[in-house]
């Protein structure tokens, strides 16, 4: 089973950067497609950015298109989120999730249904 961990989260102030990792253990990354995502209090769970295997796809949405930055490492068997300018509505627990690639990923790569392998997320505070 594949295990994901999160890490990099905390506190930061408006217009600043924070770097998520989500190291996996269990089963070699380099099957999986990534994704990260987050969720705000009372709100949904939303994409916020995926890679696929080889990292030659990625997509975000308009939200963070920009500003957050996916990269994975697969030697290290390691994902990366780069987040910059970070506005208080980024406020959120940021997850790490992987799943194995099938045709319908690149149709809804940034849908939690597509995912079936979760970390138990990092906190993400932006605030003044």
């Known amino acids: 089973q594949l295990h994901l961990v999160e890490s990099g989260g905390g506190f930061v102030q408006p217009g600043g950067s924070l770097k998520l990792s989500c190291a996996a253990s269990g089963f070699s990354l380099d099957y999986y497609a990534v994704g990260w995502f987050r969720q705000a209090p009372g709100k949904e769970r939303e994409g916020v950015s995926c890679m696929s295997t080889t990292g030659g796809f990625t997509k975000y949405p308009d939200s963070v298109k920009g500003r957050f930055t996916i990269s994975r490492d697969n030697a290290k068997n390691t994902v990366h989120l780069q987040l910059n300018s970070l506005t208080p509505e980024d406020t959120a627990v940021y997850y790490c999730?992987?799943?194995?690639?099938?045709?319908?990923?690149?149709?809804?790569?940034?849908?939690?249904?597509?995912?079936?392998?979760w970390g138990q997320g990092t906190q993400v505070t932006v605030s003044s």
């Open positions: 999730a992987a799943t194995i690639v099938s045709d319908g990923w690149y149709d809804r790569p940034l849908d939690v249904n597509e995912y079936d392998s």
